[in-house]
């Protein structure tokens, strides 16, 4: 038997404090490899730590809500073994030198239980089975674990002791695991059939206070698809807020500036008053490239795949900058990089703040590529599992204000960044089309530019090329 401690690792890009924000074990509790031993928010994002040893929970040394120092020692297990794994950084016999950065894994998990047959075949969960859940990625937890693991796999409660019950917060099926999200509504009637859809589509369904029950699928097994989810929220309200909550009964409300929110603020103020900022905006008509988003959807290639306009946007912007690679660039005082690939950030607004996370090298991706990457990324980051890699190094980015009913914004940049580009909603408007007024799809497009490298000819020719996509994709097969 030996008591191992557990220190705070670096859990990437050098970062150097971390607050403890959920203990997911309580002392007593028994633990296996990789089990998810604490929630932690850096400067960048929310991490699980899993655990390398298997033992006993003995002492939580930080307590929630805590801010603390990488090295800073934070929970010890009683192992039943005295060998010590190589690849457990994180983790310091008594009287052991805090580690280095930590290593990086994948989570493993057990085999699922049994699946209904439409899980077999599909890979959905039904809801009427409270034990049984859709095939969900599990998320990489950065730290520790082994990077074998590939493929989806679900986790199943093993054979343990009754203390894994106080693994979370909340009660979670005797599962070391967050249960996978449920909708709120009731689950249908049996004469109404089950709801298909997918655990991620359930939790977004959860979170904008959707009932499936009452989403018309489209998806191509009558599964209840992402978009289905969003068009049954916005015909309530363009606001995530669809309910109106009484006037709390204090007068103030404090929230320390701490986490990600300061990482944004720091930023935010850095890139604002560091980079002189030059604003373009530009009317579209966008009929084209609805109809070439509908026709995607369609096909049998895009099946199972967000399409949305945006795809469109990320390529014309891809396909601008190979025009005015000046736009893709960043500023150094003593010279300007200009970088000939694309590492195209999307702004995602997430439970914790503003990210930017950026898919890597999107100007070598075919169309389908750049749609499941981007479509990947935005569940990571709604999920809060973007790791600090996925944020570093980006080049150039989009906020897509369209999806919360505003028409264009003038963005600030990202920092290291000189462009940024502005997606307003797409709605139906008065257009002049040969001479005569007629109703088409129209969205506003506005771009900020760091005015030190780009000036206001190439920012225009810049805005002008995206535009130009936009009312007319097939300017892309050129």
């Known amino acids: 038997m030996s008591e191992l401690t557990f220190l705070l690792p670096d859990v990437g890009e050098g970062l150097t404090e971390a607050e403890i924000v959920n203990w997911r074990v309580a002392p007593g509790d028994a633990v296996a490899v990789n089990d998810v031993l604490v929630e932690i928010e850096t400067a960048k994002s929310l991490v699980e730590l899993p655990s390398p040893y298997s033992g006993v929970v003995g ?43 930590a290593a990086t894994g994948a989570d493993t998990a057990a085999s699922p239980a049994e699946a209904t047959t439409v899980e077999q075949a599909t890979g959905y969960s039904l809801p009427a089975e409270p034990e049984s859940a859709g095939d969900k990625p599990e998320p990489v937890l950065v730290g520790h674990g082994s990077s074998a693991s590939t493929g989806t796999r679900r986790r199943r409660a093993r054979s343990a002791p009754a203390a894994h019950e106080h693994l979370a917060p909340a009660p979670v099926h005797h599962s070391t695991a967050e249960p996978l999200p449920r909708p709120a509504a009731p689950t249908p009637s049996a004469s109404a059939g089950p709801v298909l859809a997918k655990p991620p589509i359930r939790k977004l369904a959860k979170d904008l206070g959707v009932d499936l029950a009452v989403v018309t699928p489209t998806g191509p097994i009558g599964d209840v698809t992402r978009e289905d989810v969003v068009r049954e929220a916005s015909q309530a309200s363009v606001f995530r807020n669809i309910d109106t909550p009484e006037w709390p009964d204090q007068r103030e409300e404090r929230i320390p500036v701490k986490g990600v929110r300061k990482m944004i603020a720091q930023t935010m103020v850095g890139s604002a008053f560091s980079a002189p900022h030059v604003s373009l905006f530009v009317d579209v008509d966008a009929t084209r490239t609805m109809e070439y988003v509908k026709r995607l959807k369609a096909g049998t290639d895009y099946a199972g795949i967000r399409i949305s306009p945006l795809l469109v946007m990320a390529k014309a912007i891809i396909w601008a900058v190979r025009r005015n690679p000046t736009v893709n660039a960043a500023w150094t005082d003593e010279e300007i990089i200009v970088k ?41 980051a709604r999920d809060g599992k973007t790791s600090p890699a996925e944020m570093a190094n980006g080049t150039i980015t989009i906020t897509n204000i369209g999806v919360f009913g505003m028409d264009t914004g003038t963005p600030i940049l990202n920092a290291g960044e000189v462009g940024i580009v502005a997606l307003g909603t797409i ?23 760091d005015h030190r490298v780009v000036d206001g000819d190439v920012a225009s020719r810049f805005l002008a090329d995206v535009a130009s996509i936009i009312e007319e994709p097939a300017l892309l097969l050129d």
């Open 59 to 101: 002492l939580l040394l930080v307590e929630e809500g805590q801010t603390i120092d990488v090295g800073t020692p934070i929970i010890t297990v009683t192992s039943a073994t005295d060998a010590e794994p190589s690849h457990a950084p994180g983790v310091a016999a008594p009287g052991a030198a805090a580690p280095g950065a």
């Open 340 to 380: 000939h690939y694309v590492n195209l950030g999307i702004a995602a607004a997430t439970p914790r703040g503003l990210i930017v996370p950026n898919v890597k090298d999107a100007q070598a991706m075919s169309m389908r590529d750049l749609a499941s990457a981007l479509e990947q990324l935005t569940l990571t």
């Open 427 to 449: 709605k139906p408007k008065p257009w002049v089309v040969d001479g005569e007024v007629r109703v088409r799809q129209v969205t506003t497009i506005g771009a900020s530019f």
